[in-house]
């Protein structure tokens, strides 16, 4: 049975201040995630908004274990920290590694590449905010088409971003999945899952962010929510190599109705100066991989 808000464990595990931008959606995950988990978690954290978030010590904002790591090498930190609690016999622990888009999709593919094809006992957790946010807005293999940051600061980025999850699940792993602060209960419930199976898991979060996507900050989960409901992010796992879609997306899909992504974008600055012709390129690109999904759902 599906969770929902207010039967979600009331206990927290970040305290009240931290230092992450106003609006920054990975309070909400990071909230979610290790509600999921019980507390019972080590996370492995390369150089990243996220390490802003938590702190550094004796200030840490949370009150579960943070291991900071080189950027090219959170999956292979992680692994290690599992094999060594396994040997320790602390198999109630789960480790996970938990990356931006930039930590993960480039500088952190080769690491997080290896342990999935060791099958490391990792719950690997990327959030994509889109950019290399903590180092000044750098395009990523992330970024969306058409979205401008500080190194595409004229026609915005000419390449769709990269598609992580269908990269891990050439990797044979046993459960991927994609999740949203806009959508908790979806992100808990998924968490709850992944903590329970054994292997590499790989989970793909939206993660909205007004200092980058350059909106309001109180406006995070509205931008959350007409991710998906635009398409442009989609609700789906893939648990041994089946794929349903979930939450949202899959209500969506049912009733065959999804917003124009100009909906979505509108009020995000990184887009006020894409072209008309580069937003139907971007529409088009959703459009096409939202069929995809839904047929792909369907036929599994």
Not at 41 to 54: E, N
Not at 57 to 74: H, Q
Not at 128 to 143: H, I, L, V
Not at 153 to 166: F, R, S
């Amino acid at each position: 049975m599906a969770t929902n808000i207010l039967s979600l464990p009331e206990q927290e595990f970040m305290l009240p201040g931290n230092r992450a931008c106003a609006g920054c959606s990975i309070g909400i995950i990071f909230r979610h995630v290790t509600k999921a988990l019980d507390g019972k978690a080590a996370f492995v954290v390369p150089a990243s908004c996220f390490t802003v978030l938590c702190g550094m010590y004796p200030s840490s904002s949370v009150t579960v274990p943070i291991i900071n790591s080189v950027f090219p090498g959170t999956a292979a930190c992680a692994s290690g920290l599992a094999a060594s609690l396994e040997r320790q016999g602390k198999t109630d622990m789960t480790v996970v590694a938990m990356a931006g888009d930039g930590g993960t999709a480039d500088i952190g593919i080769q690491a997080l590449s290896g342990a999935a094809e060791r099958g490391a006992n990792i719950l690997f957790i990327c959030y994509d905010n889109e950019a290399y946010m903590n180092t000044g807005t750098q395009r990523s293999g992330m970024t969306p088409l058409a979205a401008r940051t500080s190194t595409t600061p004229t026609l915005g980025k000419i390449q769709p971003p990269k598609d992580m999850p269908a990269i891990l699940e050439a990797h044979g792993i046993p459960y991927i999945a994609t999740a949203s602060p806009g959508y908790p209960t979806d992100l808990y419930d998924k968490v709850q899952k992944a903590r329970d199976i054994r292997g590499t898991r790989y989970m793909h979060l939206s993660a909205p962010c007004p200092a980058g996507w350059h909106y309001e900050a109180k406006d995070t989960v509205a931008m959350a929510k007409l991710a998906v409901e635009t398409g442009t992010f989609i609700l789906a796992e893939t648990v041994e190599g089946v794929y349903r879609l979930t939450g949202r997306s899959l209500s969506m899909a049912k009733a065959g109705k999804r917003k124009p992504v100009r909906e979505f974008i509108r009020t995000q600055g990184r887009f006020s100066r894409s072209s008309e012709e580069a937003l139907d390129e971007l529409q088009q690109w959703v459009d096409n991989r939202w069929e995809a999904a839904v047929h792909r759902h369907e036929t599994s």
